[in-house]
């Protein structure tokens, strides 16, 4: 890739901090080269603070665009022209694209998720789900979600600095989509019993089970899982979590977090360049079991 770069290549980039790990530049770099595409992708370790600075830099190197990881998905949509309506409602985004210094925001973790559930062969559209965690995946997951047509959902959250967002939240979806959102929190194991036994999908959106700490689930009781609950985790390291474990054994269809994380990466990459991402290649590179 790097003997291809020249003085027309345009810029990406992922901004973020840690961002030394993250597999976008592999995944986008790779994508623009199979496809001819003259643009690098780099990650800069930027703080929060900083946020400002860099996005007055990328749009001084007429950049294309950027994604953005933690810590600065909800300042970058403070620093945005325009937020797509899942940004909007989440006031956080993870992609910037820059026509000619105007910047829109967008959120494509959600994007990802739902097309991860439709690779699986799971219909989620018009039925229920049950989401647990309010974080930066699990709002994303929430708002496009209930954007693209699943009936009910029920969120549980730690009643936290997290859950008054995530009232606010449900409270802008129950206004503006047919989705019915209700949130709640742990405490009451019947309500989330409940919840589960009339969801076709449950979600695991928080960092439990994630490594180190495999050992862990956020579900200990494992008479909640049926047959044909489809259960995903937002996880992807390690590949299969204790939940994922636990759901397989009880005959679930499982799905972890990867395929999610590539297509968020996909729609991104469509959003900047216009041209589907070569998924079968990207997932055969980075995403193989
Ligand atoms: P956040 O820190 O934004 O959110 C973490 C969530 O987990 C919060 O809702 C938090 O609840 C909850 N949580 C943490 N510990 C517990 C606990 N002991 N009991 C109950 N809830 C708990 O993180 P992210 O949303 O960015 O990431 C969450 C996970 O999703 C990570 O494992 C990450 O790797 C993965 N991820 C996967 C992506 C993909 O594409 N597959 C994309 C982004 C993230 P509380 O309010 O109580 O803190």
């Given at each position: 890739m790097?003997?291809s770069?020249t003085?027309?290549?345009?810029?990406?980039?992922?901004l973020?901090?840690?961002?030394?790990?993250?597999?976008?530049?592999?995944?986008?770099?790779?994508?623009?080269?199979a496809l001819?595409?003259?643009?690098?992708?780099?990650?800069?370790?930027?703080?929060e603070?900083?946020m400002?600075?860099?996005?007055?830099?990328?749009?001084?190197?007429?950049a294309?665009?950027?994604n953005?990881t933690?810590?600065?998905?909800?300042?970058?949509?403070?620093?945005a022209?325009?937020?797509?309506p899942?940004?909007?409602i989440?006031?956080?985004?993870n992609?910037?694209?820059?026509?000619?210094?105007?910047?829109t925001?967008?959120?494509?973790?959600?994007?990802?998720f739902?097309?991860a559930?439709?690779?699986?062969?799971?219909?989620?559209?018009?039925?229920?789900?049950?989401?647990?965690?309010?974080?930066?995946?699990?709002?994303?997951i929430l708002?496009?979600a209930?954007l693209?047509?699943v009936?009910?959902?029920?969120?549980?959250?730690i009643?936290d600095?997290?859950?008054?967002?995530?009232?606010?939240?449900?409270?802008?979806?129950?206004?503006?989509t047919?989705?019915?959102v209700r949130?709640?929190?742990y405490?009451?194991?019947?309500?989330?019993?409940?919840?589960?036994?009339?969801?076709?999908?449950l979600?695991?959106?928080?960092?439990?089970?994630?490594?180190?700490n495999?050992d862990?689930?956020?579900?200990?009781?494992t008479?909640?899982?049926r047959?044909?609950?489809f259960?995903?985790?937002?996880?992807?390291n390690?590949?299969e979590?204790?939940?994922?474990k636990?759901?397989?054994?009880a005959g679930c269809k499982?799905?972890n977090?990867?395929y999610m994380?590539?297509?968020?990466?996909a729609a991104?990459?469509?959003?900047?360049t216009?041209?589907?991402?070569?998924v079968?290649?990207?997932?055969?590179?980075?995403f193989s079991a």
């Amino acid at each position: 890739m790097t003997q291809s770069i020249t003085g027309h290549t345009g810029l990406l980039c992922l901004l973020g901090s840690p961002v030394a790990h993250s597999i976008s530049p592999a995944m986008h770099n790779e994508a623009c080269d199979a496809l001819g595409l003259d643009y690098a992708y780099l990650a800069f370790d930027v703080p929060e603070v900083d946020m400002p600075k860099a996005v007055e830099a990328l749009k001084l190197f007429k950049a294309r665009g950027w994604n953005i990881t933690m810590p600065g998905k909800n300042i970058m949509c403070t620093l945005a022209d325009n937020l797509s309506p899942a940004s909007e409602i989440t006031g956080a985004c993870n992609t910037i694209v820059n026509e000619d210094g105007v910047l829109t925001a967008y959120t494509t973790d959600g994007i990802g998720f739902m097309k991860a559930v439709e690779e699986c062969g799971v219909n989620i559209i018009g039925k229920n789900m049950t989401l647990l965690g309010a974080g930066g995946a699990a709002t994303a997951i929430l708002v496009q979600a209930a954007l693209d047509g699943v009936k009910e959902i029920d969120v549980f959250n730690i009643r936290d600095d997290f859950f008054g967002r995530l009232e606010e939240i449900a409270e802008k979806l129950n206004e503006r989509t047919n989705c019915t959102v209700r949130v709640h929190d742990y405490f009451d194991p019947e309500v989330l019993r409940k919840a589960i036994a009339n969801s076709a999908i449950l979600v695991n959106g928080t960092s439990v089970g994630m490594a180190p700490n495999t050992d862990r689930s956020i579900i200990q009781d494992t008479s909640l899982f049926r047959p044909d609950l489809f259960v995903f985790d937002v996880i992807y390291n390690p590949k299969e979590t204790k939940l994922l474990k636990d759901a397989k054994a009880a005959g679930c269809k499982t799905s972890n977090g990867m395929y999610m994380l590539l297509y968020q990466g996909a729609a991104s990459f469509k959003l900047w360049t216009g041209h589907d991402m070569p998924v079968d290649l990207i997932k055969e590179k980075y995403f193989s079991a």
